[in-house]
Each structure stands twice: as structure tokens, then as C-alpha cells.
């Protein structure tokens, strides 16, 4: 997958207006109301035909994408133990990456059908991903070091560095399906203790965390000086034969001062 986005970011074509121009602060918003995916987006990690510009359910607005994920929709073979892993989600382009020691927000809306499946298996809505930069470095099989997960009927945020095991940041039993859940993060991502995570669920605040926030850098973890953090959403979980649905609107990034 590393490799993959290696050469991703390495061949990506010029990109649109609507993204900001090199040297000024992020500050960008997606309604997704347009016929097709806005240049905000990758869709590297996700299947042909799996996502969909529609106007059945929505947050606000007139549209929002539906990603449906089937089994072995972009299959990965699991690596150091880990079971296999399919995915269908969206990449923010590259000009959106963010920078260590840069304080950032995020917010979208996330909505569940009522058949949503409610299983005991991996699975990840949203990831901030440490950039690798090469599949033979001991990071190339790195977890998120942020994460939204849905496990079993469980709603997790979790921190994780390498392949360590999960900290649950905030953890709750609940169910999802049906109704819009509003997410906001605001992040500052580093290996320095200076660095601070905050959440909030529907406007409620559910994480206020200071600390380290990112893997150190160096050659024994593969990572790089400066680092830079990537952001996906959609469906990433363990392999299984049901597919699942995830709606997705109202994305907005800005770079905080």
C-alpha cells in the first residue's frame, strides 16, 4: 500500500483551483454537490464503481457520496500476523497533506444505513496515516496514528505508533445506524510532547489529549525528518463476505493558526 502511494503522490497531475496554492494555509471545503469527486480526492484506495455521487441521504445540501465495500475490494495480503484487508476509501490529494508541528482541523458527517452490519471485525471509518514513503521500510506496515473505528457496535478513537497495540483516546457502545454523526477533530501531529488531539461527536467534546502524537523519526522506525500525515475516509476493515455502505458529506480541513 506505501508503494502505492509513494508513486501516488510522486505522479500526481496538476491540480485544480479549489485546492489551496503552494505556501498558503489550508482552508478547504467539500458539500460534495458536484457530478463527480472534486479534485480534493484520490481514489487510489477505492474499487471502480464503488462510490456514488447521491441525493437519497444527505447532511446538508443536495448530494453526498455512498461507498458500498464488497469482499476483496482492494485486497491487501496481511503482513507481521495481521489478517488479509480490503478497503474502498478516499485519499485527500496531495497538496492537502499536513505538516508536523502544524495544528490542523477536520470535520465531516458520516451516516450509517439501518443494515449496516454490526460485526466483531476490524474496521476503520477514518485514518491519519504517518507518510512512509517506501514499502521496505519498517513503517510500510505501521498502523494510523489517529483512527475513528466501529467495531462490533462500538464507536473507538484511537492513537496507535507502529504496530502497537490501539489506545482507545474515547470509547462507547453505540449504535450508529440510521442517523448523521458530525465529527470534528483538531490535531497537531508530532513526535515531541507538544502535540494535542481534540474530538468532538455532535459537538460534544470526547477528547482533550496532549502528548505525542506521532512516531519518532529515525532509521530503526523508517520515518523521515519532517514528517507528514495523510487523511482517508470510507470503509477499511478485515476481510468478510457482506458488503457495507457508508455515506459521507460535509468535509471540511483548516490549517489552525
Known amino acids: 500500500m506505501h508503494k502505492l502511494l509513494l508513486l501516488l503522490f510522486a505522479t500526481l497531475p496538476a491540480l485544480s483551483q479549489t485546492l489551496p496554492a503552494r505556501g498558503t494555509p489550508i482552508d478547504v471545503y467539500d458539500s460534495f454537490e458536484g457530478a463527480k ?9 477505492i474499487a471502480s464503481g464503488a462510490l456514488r455521487m447521491q441525493s437519497e441521504i444527505v447532511r446538508a445540501g443536495h448530494s453526498a457520496i455512498q461507498i458500498t465495500l464488497h469482499a476483496n475490494d482492494k485486497f491487501e495480503a496481511g503482513q507481521h500476523d495481521d489478517g488479509d484487508s480490503e478497503r474502498d476509501e478516499i485519499l485527500e490529494a496531495r497538496a492537502l497533506t499536513s505538516h508536523e508541528d502544524t495544528p490542523y482541523e ?14 466483531p471485525v476490524r474496521l476503520v471509518v477514518a485514518q491519519w496515516k504517518q507518510y512512509c ?62 502535540g494535542f488531539i481534540k474530538a468532538w461527536l455532535d459537538g460534544k467534546q470526547v477528547v482533550d489529549f496532549t502528548g505525542v502524537t506521532a512516531n519518532a523519526e529515525n532509521a530503526a522506525t523508517g520515518y523521515t525528518t519532517p514528517g507528514y500525515y495523510y487523511f482517508k475516509m470510507g470503509l477499511y476493515r478485515d476481510v468478510m463476505p457482506q458488503p457495507m455502505t457508508i455515506y459521507l458529506d460535509e468535509y471540511r480541513k483548516k490549517q489552525l493558526p
Open 133 to 194: 514513503g517506501t514499502d521496505m521500510a519498517p513503517c510500510s506496515d505501521d498502523s494510523p496514528v489517529l483512527a475513528v473505528r466501529y467495531v462490533n457496535g462500538v464507536l473507538s478513537i484511537t492513537q496507535s505508533f507502529g504496530r502497537s497495540d490501539k489506545t482507545p483516546l474515547y470509547e462507547e457502545k453505540r449504535d450508529l445506524r440510521g442517523h448523521w454523526l458530525d465529527l470534528r477533530f483538531q490535531a497537531r501531529f508530532t513526535p515531541q510532547t507538544t
Open 37 to 45: 469527486l472534486s479534485p480534493l480526492w484520490e481514489t487510489t484506495p
Open 106 to 119: 477536520f470535520s465531516w458527517s458520516m451516516y450509517l444505513p439501518a443494515d449496516f452490519p454490526i460485526v
